[in-house]
């Protein structure tokens, strides 16, 4: 399986900021995703980046709160913009093999005050 | 879109004894069923999986079971051992939509 990285692994924001969180992978893949579990809850897709076009959102998540970039088939970023104690989350990157496999970064523990 | 229920979402046995969790999903279009095992402060992990043409499928201590029918599928953890405290997840897959759901949680604790 790839190797995914993200960073941060932890930050701590202030109310009104953004932040944004990197994910890399070891191997080109066709199919990224950024997950969010808020805590002590499951996991929830927040958007599929795709690569060279805009990313395709879930229910409930919008591109100018949760902006996303995949400018090749090794990187994506999400940011998450205007936070708000609510967004106070793990944001977790994950790359799928296209029959359903998915294997996660070690997620960004985001704490916004 | 699809739906998983997972139950149940809190578990507690004794070391030896057998676990199992239960999953039910929505779509009949859904064909791959994942476990995902998450220790405290890590990424999930996945642990066993199932295609929707087996019914059954084992690794050492885990198992899975699928009912394509009823639309549910289990995870059967024998012999537990301290370290299989974990929260689990099942997940279930759509090709068509290419988009995995999962479920609510297990959180598993085997007291020693």
Known sequence: SAVISQKPSRDICQRGTSLTIQCQVDSQVTMMFWYRQQPGQSLTLIATANQGSEATYESGFVIDKFPISRPNLTFSTLTVSNMSPEDSSIYLCSVGTGSGELFFGEGSRLTVL | ?112
């Open chain 2, 1 to 112: 879109g699809e739906n998983v229920e997972q139950h149940p979402s809190t578990l507690s046995v004794q070391e030896g004894d057998s676990a199992v969790i239960k999953c039910t999903y929505s779509d009949s279009a859904s064909n791959y069923f994942p476990w995902y095992k998450q220790e405290l402060g890590k990424r999930p992990q996945l642990i066993i999986d199932i295609r929707s043409n087996v019914g059954e499928k084992k690794d050492q201590r885990i198992a899975v079971t699928l009912n394509k029918t009823a639309k549910h599928f289990s995870l059967h953890i024998t012999e537990t051992q301290p370290e299989d405290s974990a929260v689990y997840f099942c997940a279930a897959y759509s090709g068509g939509y290419q988009k995995v759901t999962f479920g609510t949680g297990t959180k598993l604790q085997v007291i020693p």
